[in-house]
């Protein structure tokens, strides 16, 4: 079922699509997409459990609104999010999924993180995206956000053997609903600029899954050990042949790290 009713209650409900039955999975997209990346995730997971995916403020079919902050951002999306449930993020949706694991941990079951990092932009010796790249896709999208995307969906399948393939699904997932908010957009990369998460893992004491593209150039594939000394009891696996979007490189073995993980004792 799709909850679009609530939109003509309160004009700043963002747009849930709610797939399947079991227990719950809430999917959370990347910068400058929206909810339909994950179509084939939800095709393959929604036969095993309840999947939630959202469109994020100021992106697809939520475009009309916005948000000021992380906080901000993990309120409007805990307003009509299942009461307890895991929680996967996709890159910038992985660094709000921890945002809610960290802060609001009564939501959340199990974390899984694809492609993310507690950092995203570089600081020595931490890797990450230069800043200077962060500050360019900035001052881009004032000119022509559209293209922004586009070069920045590029990124993202770059090295990925199937890359023309994937920046392909990609394009016709964005551009199947309205057009980003820029003022969302911008906030984003604000995000992706100034969050720094490191130091704050060690609180999360749930399940933690990290999924990595062993070919990403934007989250490097050493993040993954960097991360494991900061979260050491939480399980990583990396995609031989993904970039920084193994669910549509790898779907399978994508699907079964997260039926694996989910499926494991929450008391182990």
């Not at 921890?98 to 899984?112: D, E, M």
């Not at 969906?153 to 990609?170: C, E, F, I, T, Y």
Request: aromatic share 8%.
């Amino acid at each position: 079922m799709e909850k679009v009713a609530q939109t003509e209650i309160n004009a700043k409900a963002l747009y849930w699509h709610t797939v399947g039955e079991g227990e719950d999975l809430v999917l959370i997209h990347g910068w400058g997409m929206n909810g339909a990346v994950w179509q084939q995730t939800v095709d393959a997971l929604s036969q095993h459990y309840c999947v939630h995916v959202v469109d994020l403020p100021g992106f697809g079919h939520s475009h009309q609104s916005s948000f000021v902050n992380m906080d901000d951002l993990a309120q409007q999306v805990l307003t009509d999010a299942p009461h307890k449930a895991t929680w996967l993020g996709w890159s910038l949706g992985g660094l709000l999924a921890t945002h809610i694991a960290l802060n609001y941990p009564q939501r959340v079951n199990k974390l899984i993180t694809v492609a993310s990092s507690p950092k995203f932009a570089a600081e020595r010796p931490w890797r990450g995206i230069q800043p200077n790249v962060l500050t360019a896709f900035t001052e881009q999208l004032v000119e022509d956000f559209q293209l922004t995307i586009e070069r920045f969906m590029a990124l993202q399948a770059m090295g990925s053997p199937s890359a023309r393939h994937d920046v392909k699904q990609l394009k016709k997932a964005v551009l199947s609903r309205p057009t980003p908010n820029p003022s969302a957009l911008l906030a984003g990369l604000q995000l992706l600029a100034d969050i720094d998460y490191r130091a704050e893992l060690e609180n999360l004491t749930l399940p933690v899954l990290r999924l990595y593209g062993r070919l990403d150039g934007l989250v490097p594939v050493k993040v993954a050990s960097d991360v494991d000394r900061l979260l050491p009891h939480s399980n990583q696996y990396v995609f031989a042949e993904s970039s920084h979007a193994p669910f549509m490189t790898e779907l399978e073995s994508f699907c079964q790290q997260v039926k694996q993980f989910i499926s494991d004792d929450l008391s182990q």
